[in-house]
């Protein structure tokens, strides 16, 4: 009722705009018209996308994910067919592959980038376990330095106690007037003849 009673006011007013404003009641009643046909449009396109977009349902996708694994991407030919089998919008096929695309190739990246960062990681562990391991050796090997130092060191003094400089300091033995030992020794108690002498000159 109050609809109707509203109704009729817009049109009584429209009535008085028309006798007092014709040229304001000829824009508007265009204006009007271009709105509702716009809106009609708007609404058959929704209506129309929605029926292209419809929710695929489990086995229309198990049956592109199969085509997807064999194909990654479908000629015109091999798509079209694709979706008259499974009843859809050539279109919506070709964005159902190319959104799978986007995925499959975000999943390869993650799982390189997994591996690659696991191969870092286990690198990295394993130049800290060299690097521990050269740390060692330095340290063995200068301790096997110091060791033969001290050998050294040893070596030397031992050498230098049992140097023969201290038998130089012994007396030279006796070797006579003429520095020969026994010439011309006779004993006391000895006598010599003095041809004995002279056969002793003659030797």
Known sequence: MATNMMKHQVEDQMVLISE??????????????????????????????????????????????????????????????????????????????????????????????????????????????????ILKLKEQLSEADKEIQRLLVRRSDGASSNSPSSSLSMDPPFLGEFGFDNVFYVPENNCIHGMDWLNLYDM
């Open 20 to 133: 007092y404003y014709p040229g304001i009641y000829t824009q508007l009643v265009p204006e009007q018209g271009e709105a509702k046909a716009r809106r009609r449009r708007k609404k058959k396109k929704e209506e129309a996308s929605g029926a292209r977009k419809r929710k695929l349902s489990a086995e229309q996708v198990n049956l592109l994910e199969l085509h997807f694994g064999n194909e990654h991407k479908l000629e015109s030919e091999r798509k079209d067919r694709l979706a008259s089998e499974l009843g859809l919008d050539p279109r919506q096929v070709a964005v159902w592959f190319q959104n799978r695309r986007t995925r499959w190739k975000s999943k390869t990246m993650e799982e390189e980038y997994s591996k690659l960062k696991t191969e870092h990681e286990t690198t990295v562990v394993q130049k800290c376990q060299l690097e521990t391991e």
